[in-house]
Antibody, heavy 126, light 107 residues
Framework: QVQLQQWGAGLLRASETLSLSCALK????????WSWFRQPPGRGLEWIGE???????NYSPSLKSRLDISIDTSKMQFSLKLTSVTAADTAMYFC????????????????????WGQGTLVIVSS | SSELTQDPAVSVALGQTVRITCQGD??????PTWFQQKAGQAPILVIY???KRPSGIPARFSGSSSGNTASLTITGAQAEDEADYFC??????????FGTGTKLSVL
């Protein structure tokens, strides 16, 4: 059973770098993208970015300039770095496996995220 | 990016049926996905493309779509179903978009 376990610093000062990691247990990185999300207190989910086994990344346009997602297949983990944080970056951060699906009969795409890490609350103080 | 619009809050009596909807232009061309999230916990996948349920998700959860509206139906809601529910899709610019979320109360 695939599981994701995440960790990282939970309290930062403005201008510091947020750093989180997510360990994959019970599976392999191949064939999927591995994503990061965040959820500010009381608000909805936001996709941050993703990486695949080869290191190919896709980033949210709004965060791209501050974002670095990396993968270490030897350690079975992938990581998120977000530089120059502000109070607006205060949120619960989650990692998850991304699965993409293409239906040839309808030519429609779909995507889901499962499983998820347990979440890490990151608070940025000004 | 386009929005996926959900009712902020919905309530249902214990054992009754409730439908949670999600509206978005790109739902005509991109399959929706549904997540359940309880307070302080990570989201859980409850419906994935073509209205399928992951193993472990009770059969009372079902999904459907019509035009630009996706629906999550809980038939015979239980107390443990009280949670926030989010839909997900991509918009016409291929941006990843989550719905605004629906808080379900089971009375």
């Amino acid at each position: 059973q695939v599981q994701l376990q995440q960790w990282g610093a939970g309290l930062l000062r403005a201008s510091e770098t947020l750093s989180l990691s997510c360990a994959l247990k019970g599976g392999s990185f191949s064939g999927n993208y591995w994503s990061w999300f965040r959820q500010p207190p009381g608000r909805g989910l936001e996709w941050i970015g993703e990486i695949d086994q080869s290191g190919t990344t896709n980033y949210s346009p709004s965060l791209k300039s501050r974002l670095d997602i990396s993968i270490d297949t030897s350690k079975m983990q992938f990581s998120l770095k977000l530089t120059s944080v502000t109070a607006a970056d205060t949120a619960m951060y989650f990692c998850a496996r991304s699965v993409t699906y293409y239906d040839m009969s309808t030519t429609m795409w779909g995507e889901w995220f499962d499983p998820w890490g347990q979440g890490t609350l990151v608070i940025v103080s000004s | 990016s386009s929005e996926l619009t959900q009712d902020p809050a919905v309530s249902v009596a214990l054992g009754q049926t409730v439908r949670i909807t999600c509206q978005g232009d790109n739902l005509r061309t991109y399959y929706p996905t549904w997540f359940q999230q309880k307070a302080g916990q990570a989201p859980i996948l409850v419906i994935y493309p073509k209205n399928k349920r992951p193993s472990g998700i009770p059969a009372r959860f079902s999904g459907s779509s019509s035009g630009n509206t996706a629906s999550l139906t809980i038939t015979g809601a239980q107390a443990e179903d009280e949670a926030d529910y989010f839909c997900y899709s991509r918009d016409s610019s291929d941006n990843r978009v989550f719905g605004t979320g629906t808080k379900l109360s089971v009375l």
